[in-house]
C-alpha cells in the first residue's frame, strides 16, 4: 500500500511505496533527501487521512552508504605508458638486425598495450559518468584517451609502417613527417567528431589542418573507435545542454523552432529537384546527406563511402542548410531516444541529472518515475564530485607540450647507421636494414638516399629492387629523378613499374617528373 509523504524541504506531498519504509528517496520536487519512517501498519498509514511530516535526515541509513568515489587509477598508468610506449616506438629501429619474427613481436606489444589502456579508461570513463550523472566527471578519462590515441596513431608509423597513412606534400604547423604530424592528425579528427552535422569545412584545403590521412582498412577501423569514443563524450555534453535549455524556450519558440526546421530541411531540397530536373540524383543526393547526419561515427567518411557526387557550383549551399536542419531534427530525436532508452533498458543509468528530473517530475510510468527516483538518490549519496574543466583542460595541455618536446627530440632516427648496414656486401644483413628503413618511410632523411646508391648497379637484381623501394619509401624524389634521367636505362626501366604501383597506391607524391623518362 502506498505512504502519503510530505517533504520537509519544500512540503510537497508525494505517494511511495510501503516497500520504502526506513529508507532514504529523493523528492519528485526538490531532489532533497526525505527519510520514509517505519511503521508498523503500513495500511493504517494508507488509510491515515493525514500523513505526518516527513523527517529529514543528515545521515545516510547502514543500507544506503554512499559508494566508493569513482576509480581513475588508469590516469596514472596511462600517463607513464606514453613516455614509455614513445621511447619504445623511436627505439625500435635500433633492433633491425633481429630476425622477422622476433621484431613483430616487439612491435605488436606496445600497441596491444596502448589498446589495452584505452578500454580500460573508457571503462572508468562510463562507471564515472554512471555512478555521478555527469558526463564532465568523465574529462580527464576522456583527455587521457585523446593522447592515447595519438600515441597509437604513431606507433602504427613506428612498428607498422608509414604505408599506413598518405604525406601530404608540405606542412602547415611544422615541418614534414616531423612527431607534430600526428598531433596534427588527431587534433583534425577530434575536430570532425564534433563536427555532429557533418559540415566537412575541416575538409576544405583552406581550412584543413590536417598534414596527411589513413590509407589502410585497419587505420580506418582504429579511427572509427576514436570517432565513437570522441562522439559520445561531445554528443552527450550537446544532448545535456539541449535539454536544459529546451524547457526555457519550446512554451515560447516551438512552432518557430518546427517551422524553421522545416524550411531548412525542404528548401534545399526542392532546389535541388528544380536543378537536377527531378532526376535520381537527387534523391541519392538527399539519402547521402541524410546518411552523414546520422553516421555519428563518421564511418562513411573514414571509410570514402558516397552515395551521390557532390553537387557542382552553388550547391554546397544547399547541402549544408540540407544537414544542418536534418543535424537539428536528429540531435532532438536523439535527446529524446536516449531518455527512453536509457530508462527502459538500464533503468536511468547514464543519464544526467536533468534528464532524470524531467523522467521523475513528468512521466506517466510510475515504474520509470520510480528508477529516475532511485537513480537520483544513488547520485545525490555518491556526493557531488568537483568538476574543473579549464583546470583539466590546462593540465592535459601542459602534459601535452611535455610529452611531445620529448617524442620530437626522439623523434628523428639514426639513419646514417642504417644506411650503413644496408651498404654492407651481406645479403641478409643489408636486407633488414632496407626493409627496416621502408617501414620508416619518409621519417628517413631522404638525403641518404645517394649513398643507397652507390654501387647499386653491380648488385644483385633483387638486391637493386629493393634499394629502389627503399628511396620511394623515404621519398628521395632527387635521387630518383637522376636514376630515371640518367644513363643506365637497364636501371631506370626496373624503376618504372615500381613508380607506377606506389603512385597507383597514393604512397607518394612525385611533384614535376611528368617529363623525367629514360633515354631511348
Known sequence: MPIDVICANCDHRFPTSA??????IACPSCHELVSIPKVRNPDAVAKSPSPGPAVRIETPLRDLSPPPPPSRSSLKWSLIWMFVGSFWATQMYQLWFLPGVVQIVFDLIPIAITVGLIGWSLKQAISTVAQTGRTLAALPLTCAQFWLFTLLFYQVARHLGCSHFEFESSGIWYPNQSAGEWLRFTIAHTFRAGDVV????????????QGMSHTSSMLGIILILFHFIMDVFLLSIVLDFVGAIADAIRSTFKWALRIGML????????????????????????????MRVVDIFDVMQLMHIRFSDPLSGDGWIATYMFRFGMGL???????????????YCFKG?????EDLNKVASQDTNPRMRQYATDRINKIRLSG???IRPIRTLLLSLAFGVVWFSILEMLHRPDSDSLARAAAKESDSTAHRALKEMQQLG?????RLGTGLMDGVATQSAERRREVLRTLIAIQAQSVL????????????????????????????????????????
Open 481 to 520: 629523378a637522376d636514376v630515371l634521367r640518367g644513363e643506365n636505362e637497364s636501371l631506370a626501366l626496373e624503376l618504372l613499374p615500381l613508380l607506377d604501383q606506389n603512385i597507383d597506391a597514393g604512397q607518394i607524391h612525385l611533384i614535376g617528373w611528368g617529363q623525367a623518362s629514360p633515354s631511348g
Open 19 to 24: 516497500n520504502h519504509a526506513g529508507k532514504l
Open 384 to 386: 557531488t564530485t568537483k
Open 349 to 353: 543509468v547514464g543519464l544526467g541529472y
Open 263 to 290: 524550411v531548412l530541411i525542404l528548401l534545399p531540397l526542392v532546389m535541388v529537384l528544380i536543378k537536377e530536373h527531378f532526376g535520381a540524383k537527387a534523391i541519392w543526393w538527399a539519402i547521402d546527406n541524410t
Open 198 to 209: 557533418d559540415l566537412d569545412v575541416l575538409q576544405e584545403p583552406e581550412f584543413s589542418i
Open 329 to 343: 531534427l536528429f540531435v532532438g530525436l536523439l535527446s529524446f531516444v536516449r531518455r527512453q532508452l536509457f530508462m
Open 442 to 446: 619518409p621519417i628517413v632523411d631522404p
